[in-house]
């Protein structure tokens, strides 16, 4: 499977051990956390505490940072907009019309830090938390709505298929430009126009084979008895144990302890 | 046209712990009049070695030469009108309204005046037979005929040496003779051939040459019974069954081709 967008990386860390839905829940709490905290400890105990689940997650430091790269334009932008416009606190320096204030800096770098640390925790859960087991979890959080008639069974069944096709369908787009190519197909040239139309002959066969795809598994998944959520057990039980309710409380404090402080 | 390829070697994913090394130091030429068989089991390389001879897929080393020019100088879209390459499944990439612009695809993109891809449309179908079909639509067509529809697409474009990857896979048999009926008419009329299949028997029947790959290597390269005889593991049962009579009765030889394994049986064995 390509490692592009299975953002999951396998290992053995307590992290990885911990049940889904705790995980879930965490990481919701740390995201919460980064926003409660107001003052500059509150924010330094949020950060040392996901920079040291970074440690303890054991995933290369180099799939984090694959993680930010999508951002980094943006916590770019974000920081040099504090810095340039905000106009608080003693000038560090002018050039110019250009003039720079202490408290744009400061808050520019806070804002900036911020974003990292919320891509940061979010990226712990997916890293350490294979795609089934994470919709698992997300199945049984959502199952309190099956109340209310919301299809959490059939919401977590569709992700769980969007995302094992992803790379399938991954691999069929590159057969097909391959074969559009060498019929003297160009992907890469031309103003916009033609490069709109150059992806016609792609997406119409990627199309057709999805659809064809969704019949096929249908008529598979129905021909080994799949009738919907109703009665169906799972092979991968979800447990929730006393380390995951650890695990949750020790966050929860976290979060407390970062808006107080 | 000639195709060469010269210690080919190719590394899927270098540099990480997933790379392959799934072609190693691999040579071999196919002349035009002539159709070069490539065998050999699944992930033995057969698909990855074809892609290479019009440089959709560019060798980590070693060359590909195309009448004695190394490819690599030559313009891209020159190299992909003349070496046309015809991938397994080829009718997923269909995606036109009608068969007729779906052909059309490649001669409109070589540039081609309209009356001039209008005239090797319906040439190259008629050649595949298929002529009845031009206003339909590519997804409404049977199995064999969106295959024949995807070579079409290929074939239009003029190409002097075609390289077809597993062209009667999943096909019925009466589709897949007239098929190689196709290739054999390419051949004669002078193009280079190359085509890789499961099936040695069909292989049998239309290779002139031979390619034997194995776990990324080219084990053998030769004369149909030099091949076969020397791999009876990978040899059509025609061969099979002539080293087993052969076993008792002298006078066998090396028939490869379904008709002349026949005759030579009914001799050996007094008819």
């Known amino acids: ?261 | 046209m000639r195709i060469e390829v010269k210690n080919l070697r190719h590394v899927y994913s270098p540099g990480t712990d997933s790379a392959v090394e799934a072609l190693r130091d691999v040579s071999l030429s196919v002349e035009g009049g002539e159709i070069l068989g490539v065998v050999g089991g699944t992930g033995s390389g057969k698909s990855t070695l074809v892609v290479h001879m019009n440089l959709l897929l560019e060798p980590t080393s070693g060359e590909v030469l195309i009448d004695g020019m190394d490819a690599r100088a030559m313009k891209k879209s020159e190299l992909r009108r003349r070496v046309g390459l015809v991938f397994q499944f080829p009718e997923s990439a269909l995606f036109a309204p009608t068969v007729e612009e779906d052909v059309a695809f490649g001669p409109c993109r070589l540039g081609l005046d309209e009356e001039e891809v209008r005239r090797r449309v319906s040439e190259t179908l008629g050649m595949l037979g298929i002529s009845h079909l031009a206003s339909r639509s590519p997804h409404a067509l049977s199995g064999g005929e969106k295959r024949r529809v995807a070579i079409a697409g290929v074939l239009a474009m003029g190409p002097e040496a075609i390289v077809l990857d597993e062209p009667t896979a999943g096909l019925d048999p009466a589709t897949r003779e007239e098929l190689l009926d196709v290739v054999r008419g390419l051949k004669n009329a002078g193009m280079s051939v190359v085509i890789v299949s499961h099936d040695l028997d069909e292989i049998a029947e239309v290779a002139d040459r031979v390619c034997l790959m194995e776990r990324g290597e080219a084990k053998a390269v030769g004369a149909p019974e030099d091949v076969f005889y020397e791999h009876p593991e990978n040899a059509p049962d025609t061969v099979r069954a002539a080293l087993a009579v052969g076993e008792r009765l002298p006078g066998v030889g090396r028939p490869v081709r379904f008709a002349e394994t026949v005759e030579v049986l009914e001799r050996v064995m007094g008819g």
């Open chain 1, 1 to 261: 499977m390509g490692r592009g967008i299975g953002q999951f990386y396998p290992g053995m860390s307590p992290l990885h051990a911990l049940d889904p839905r705790a995980k879930i829940l965490a990481s919701v709490g740390l995201v919460a956390a980064l926003f409660l905290v107001g003052s500059f400890h509150g924010f330094l105990l949020v950060a040392v505490v996901v920079l040291s689940l970074l440690i303890v997650s054991r995933v290369p430091a180099a799939a984090f940072l694959r993680f930010l790269k999508p951002v980094s334009f943006i916590v770019a932008l974000t920081f040099l907009f504090q810095a340039l416009f905000s106009r608080e606190g003693n000038i560090l320096f002018e050039w110019g019309w250009l003039s720079v204030y202490e408290g744009g800096v400061s808050n520019g770098a806070f804002l900036a830090a911020r974003i990292l640390l919320l891509v940061l925790s979010a990226a712990l859960l997916t890293a350490t938390t294979p795609p089934v087991a994470l919709t698992d979890g997300i199945e049984d959080l959502l199952s309190p709505l099956k109340k209310l008639r919301f299809p959490s069974h059939e919401v977590a069944m569709m992700m769980t298929i969007a995302l094992r096709f992803i790379p399938t369908l991954d691999e069929e787009a590159q057969k097909i430009m391959r074969a559009q190519a060498a019929r003297g197909a160009e992907f890469s040239e031309g103003g916009l126009i033609k490069r709109v139309k150059a992806i016609i002959p792609i997406l119409v066969p990627l199309t057709v084979g999805a659809f064809c795809r969704a019949d096929e598994l249908a008529d598979a998944m129905e021909s080994r008895g799949y009738r919907g959520g109703e009665g169906r057990t799972r092979y991968r039980e979800l447990k929730f144990r006393l380390r995951d309710g650890v695990a949750l409380l020790f966050v929860v404090l976290v979060a407390v302890g970062g808006a107080v402080l």
